[in-house]
């Protein structure tokens, strides 16, 4: 089944089942009134929920509406956790190598993941609003899963089955920033704003063949401005599964049901799929000229992110945002 | 008015007002179910938990019931956001003289922030449970403040203004698992997990005229195993007042309203008033000794950290927690 929100109905929108094509929707007021109230009670309502996914896909639902992208909000607008990954390490041995530097070994077996913004997701079509072009401002295309709750210290075997829903991000980068305050030493915070999340996140069974092994096997695809960007496969060199990340992340403490686990950056060793990021892109123009030629975005710039199955159909809908200048009123 | 949440009544848990003795409380439900509630509809919500307040308070409720702190959760039992700086400079200080490093300049005049898990806080009475005590078990004994909806890009003086709630917190702290987490350059993430919150959390308005520019100026008191440990002053030595730190973490995104925004360990540049953490003692014998004598907690240790207001009375209640071994059920 394919889950959604609706901006109206308050901090946590509108829990809507929509159909397959992407293109219907009913509410669910009898079963949960917003998705984390479903997630935090998801053995009793999932089922529920799916009966009614199942007699929308058959055209059995009367008081099916018209999906409007423009009107949803991200799945969860706000959520408890959010922790990101770093799972494709050629996103990481490139952005390295253009400065000189190793990958450290335990890179490649001990997960790189950081504790993130959870309070607020962009819907997917909402702006991105920065306030100045001198930040740097990047986009990220990640795949994100959904737990329910993980309890602490679980293996990467068991976190497997809590993995209850899958979606897009765009983790939202301000590069320029990054570099003084990851030098404190504490991680991200004013370098990574808040990220947008795909119109729907759906069921593991959605994708079909494409989800195993706590994988996702398909490319990811992201447009600027119109033109085709990248579209590396996120079933290629993820280093770590989903399933390891989540065990990574509740090491120390359990997982809250709705806990948001990113993959960081999709990339493949293989530079021709291009890249899901601009600072990746002009890593590898740093790589190959000495210097970038692609500028970060500017106010006006559009990002587009999205995945088609084997025949062609969106997923997850597509995230379209565009950068906005962000202005403090006087 | 001092508000708390009741373990009873689901993830969340139920919104009670506590009279200012912290000896009765009251149920709210015909204003709002849990304090995540309140707060997200403030303004509508204060004056009338306020009014209930005083009516506690003037005898004037004969529906009170007697206060159990075991009965307690943490007053967010689960947040959407909790952003922790490291304002008392004299801890980051003696940190780094221990190692013979010097505290960036730049660290007197931008605040050392970073994001922190809000997704379940521990109650006031809950076990700290760990896997292990070679992981360095440790309390950290800070002042936490709440926010309402505050505004992308606020300066520190507007940003004073959206400080409803002020409590304490003990930042559970893994030291051994931090020189490793923090070398990967992301921050913290297995090395920091649950905190804990204390019993209650009050507007300024209950600290009299010890809250002032943003700053709570009384001692926070802790005790280890029964032993008092530490009174720095939480009103000296604060680098940077909570006006600032809601600043710097609202910077280039809006905080939702039930923002955690916790001061960082309180420590002094008096020695003699001692530490409010044990890695912070550490460093001291070791500056003073050449190695640490006092050991990381143990199964079974227990920690307990107050702040009395000039009359000698509890404002928060205690945060009493006990270490405890986590085992992962086969």
């Known amino acids: 089944m394919k889950l959604a929100s609706l901006k109206a109905g308050g901090r946590d929108g509108t829990l809507i089942v929509v159909d397959r094509a992407l293109r219907s929707w009913v509410a669910v007021p009898e079963i949960a009134a917003t998705l984390q109230q479903a997630i935090d009670d998801w053995s009793n309502c999932a089922p529920r929920l799916n009966a009614v996914s199942e007699a929308l896909n058959a055209g059995g639902r009367g008081d099916a509406r018209s999906l409007d992208f423009a009107a949803l909000a991200a799945p969860f607008p706000r959520a408890f956790e959010f922790v990101d990954g770093s799972a494709y390490l050629p996103h990481v041995e490139r952005v390295r190598r253009a400065r000189g530097a190793e990958v450290p070994e335990s890179f490649y077996t001990d997960p790189l993941m950081y504790q993130a913004t959870a309070a607020g997701f962009l819907g997917p079509r909402d702006p991105v609003y920065a306030a100045s072009e001198d930040q740097g401002i990047d986009f990220e295309a990640e795949v994100v899963v959904v737990t329910d709750d ?56 959605e994708a079909g063949d494409a989800w195993r092994d706590s994988v996702l096997r398909l490319p990811l695809r992201s447009w600027l401005n119109g033109e085709r960007f990248g579209e590396p496969d996120a079933g290629v060199d993820m280093q770590f599964n989903f399933a390891r990340l989540i065990a990574h992340a509740a090491r120390t403490r359990p997982l809250a049901a709705g806990t948001l686990v990113g993959s960081g950056t999709v990339a493949n060793q293989d530079e021709s799929v291009g890249a899901s990021c601009l600072a990746e892109r002009r890593m590898l123009e740093i790589i190959a000229e000495g210097r970038p030629r692609t500028p970060f975005m500017s106010f006006g710039d559009s990002l587009r992110i999205e995945m088609l199955d084997e025949r062609g159909a969106s997923i997850f809908g597509a995230i379209e945002q565009v950068v906005r200048r962000y202005a403090v009123l006087p």
Do not use: C, W, Y
């Open 150 to 205: 993980v309890p602490m210290g679980v293996d990467a075997d068991e976190a497997a089955g809590h993995i209850q829903l899958i979606g897009l991000v765009n983790d939202v980068s301000l590069r320029n920033l990054i570099p003084d305050e990851l030098a404190k030493g504490f991680g991200f915070l004013q370098s990574k704003p808040r990220s947008a999340l795909s119109p729907v996140l759906v069921t593991p069974d």
